[in-house]
C-alpha cells in the first residue's frame, strides 16, 4: 500500500482477480462523474507507470474491460436502492467518455453493511495507455 495526501494506492483481489485500487479522499460536493473521472486518471496513471517499470520487465499488464468503483462513505453513499442507482448513473455517463459501445453497469452485493459497488464491464480490453487518453481528452485535471 502506498499513502498519498489525496488518497491511496493497493494491490487487491476485489471479485477473487487480482487487480490494483486507489481509494480518494475526494472533496465534498464534487459532482460523481467528476469524482470518478479523477480517480480512473489517478489509477491508470499508476496502472501504466507499474506496466512501463524496466524492473518489472514487461510482466505486469493491467485488464482494462473492467473497474469495480466503491464508496467508502457508508453515510454519504450506503449500499441501498437509492444511492447504488445515483452511483450507477452517474458511472454510466462517465463509462459513456472512456468504452466505445456497449457498456453494462451493475451493483455488487446488497448488504447494507458492505461498500456501495458499482462495476462497469465494456465489450472489449483496450491498453491502459488508451483508456488514459480518453478519459484525458474528456476534461482537463
Known sequence: MLMAYDGSYSTDSEGGRPGFSYVSRAAAGAALVDV????????LRACAALEADAQ???RVRFRTDSMRFFSNDRLLAPNN????SELKEALSAFARELYPGAVKCYAVGEDARMRATVVVEAASDCRVDELLRRV???TVL
Not at 36 to 43: D, H, L, Y
Not at 81 to 84: Q, W
Open 36 to 43: 470518478f473521472r479523477e480517480v480512473a486518471v489517478k489509477t
Open 56 to 58: 518489472l520487465m514487461g
Open 81 to 84: 436502492e437509492g444511492a447504488v
Open 136 to 138: 484525458s481528452e474528456s
